[in-house]
C-alpha cells in the first residue's frame, strides 16, 4: 500500500459516493486530537457507504521521517481505520501530486486568479509600516509581471464576502477586505499548504471536509481557489479542538498527547475509540460508555459541540478500567501478554524493553498468572500497572517497601501475632478460607481487627501494603513459601 501515488486516485473515483479525507503529515507521534478526527470522517464514510482516503501532506522534506508515516498507519490500524476494509482508500503521498499542484496554479494565474509579485519580505515590511496598516497591500497585482526566480504567485482575492457552510458551525461569513492576497507558489516554485490542499481534494474527488477548528481561518482562501478552479467546494465541518485542564489547546511540547504513548501504557483500542468520540459528542442514553456499533449508529455531526473538548485523562484510565473489567479473563490474560514478556509497544516517555518487566524471564509461570489475573482485573486501569501489582508472585523474594514495612511491624501485637499465624498455616488445608480464618482466630484472641492484623502479614509476603487480595494470593503463592517470607520478615522485623 505504501507505494499508491495520489494521481492513481482519480480513476477510482465513484461519482455519487461519498469521498472524506484524512491528510496528516508524517513529522511525529500521533495525535490523539488527529485520532479524533480520523474517527469521525471514518465514522461518516461508513454511515454513508461512503469511502476514507488516507493521504500523506509529505512536503515537509525537512520535517517527515518514514517511521512517522508507518506510525500514522499504524495508529489508524489500532483504532480500527483499517486498510483491508472496502469503505479505505490510500495511503497516498502528496508529494506524488507535484505536477498537478504547478499546473494548477498556473491555470489559476491564466485566467487572471493569480499573479506574480517579486517583493521580499522586508519590503513588504516597509510598505505596511508606511501605510500604518500590517500584511501585503496587493502592491503587484497590476504590475503584470511573470514568474522567475524568488517571485511568489499570490492568489488575487475578489472583494465582498465569502461564506462558509460548516456541518458544525452553521453559516460563517468572512469579509475578504481582512484577507490578503496570499502566495499559492514560493518564491522556488513549490506550494503552499493551502493550494496543494485543495488540488490534491479536487483531483481525489473529495466531498467533504472534516477537520479541526484550527483550520477553519483557511477555509474561505480554500472555498475561493475551489471557485476559481472551476469545481464546487466540498461541504465543509470543523470540529472543536482538543485542550488541557487549563483549557489550553493540546501540545506535543506541553501534554501527553502521543496516541502511541496512551497504547504503550496500557490503553486498549476499545475504549480510546469510545472516549474520543465523547470528546465534543455524546451518546444517547444515561452512558458515555457504548460499542462502536452504537457509536456508528448515533453519531452525526450536527449534535458535535462548537466548544473546546478536555481531554481528561483521569477519565480517559476510568473508560480504560471499565473496558478491561468487561474482558472475559482469558481475554484479559491474552490483553497483559505483552506487558508480562517485556514487548509491550514502545512510545515517547514509556520505556519498554525485554528486560522491562521486574521479573527474570525463567521465573514467570503463565499458568500461575491465569489464576492470578482475575485478582488483579478488577483493580487495574492501566495494562501496564498489572506487573508492578503481581511481581511478588515471580521473584524469589518479594522488593520490601521499607517504609510499610516498618509502619506493618510498629506496633507491639505484630510480631507475636504472625508468629502465631506461622504456627497455624503450617498444618491448615490451604485454601482461602482456611487462611483466613486463621487469621480472623488470631486476631480475634489479642483483639485486633482483620484489617490491622492483615497489614504485617501482606507485607511478609508481598513487600508492600497494598495489592490483590490477601487470601487469595497466598493460596496461589503456596504454603511453603508463604512460611518462607514469613519466616524471613520475623528474622528482619527481629
Partial sequence: M????????????VSGTPRYRFAPSPTGYFHVGGARTALYNWILALQNDGVFVLRIEDTDESRN???????????????????DDPHFEGPYFQSANAAAHTAAAQKLHESGHAYYCDLTSEQIQERAKAAGKPGYDGYSRDRGLSGGPGRVLRFKVPAGITVVHDEVRGR?????????????????????????????????GITNVVRAEEHLPNTPKQQMLWQALGHEPPVWAHVPVLVNEQRKKLSKRRDKVALEQYRAEGVVADAMVNYLMTLGWAPSGDTEIVDFARIVAEFRLASVNHSSAFFDVKKLNAFNGEYLRKMSSDEFVAACE???????????????????????????????????????????????EVPA??????LADPAIDAAAFDKAFSAEWARPALRSIREQLVSVV?????IKSVVELIGASLDVKLGKLQAPLRVATTGRSVGPPLFESLEVLGRDETLRRIDVALSRAG
Fill in 389 to 394: 501489582m503481581i511481581d511478588f508472585f515471580f
Fill in 338 to 384: 505483552p506487558w508480562l514478556s517485556g514487548s509491550a509497544p514502545s512510545a515517547p516517555g514509556v520505556e519498554n524493553s525485554p528486560s522491562a518487566t521486574p521479573w527474570p524471564a525463567e521465573r514467570f509461570d503463565r499458568s500461575v498468572f491465569a489464576r492470578i489475573a482475575p485478582l488483579v482485573q478488577t483493580r487495574v486501569s492501566l495494562l501496564s
Fill in 430 to 434: 490451604w485454601n482461602v478460607e482456611a
Fill in 2 to 13: 505504501l507505494g499508491c501515488e495520489a494521481s492513481r486516485l482519480v480513476s477510482t473515483v
Fill in 172 to 204: 460563517v461569513e468572512f469579509d475578504n477586505s481582512t484577507i490578503e492576497d496570499f502566495v499559492l507558489l514560493r518564491g522556488n516554485g513549490s506550494p503552499v499548504f493551502i493550494h496543494a490542499n485543495v488540488v490534491d481534494d479536487i483531483q481525489m
Fill in 65 to 83: 521521517q518514514p517511521q512517522w508515516t508507518q506510525g500514522i498507519i499504524d495508529a489508524l490500524a489500532w483504532v480500527g481505520i483499517n486498510g
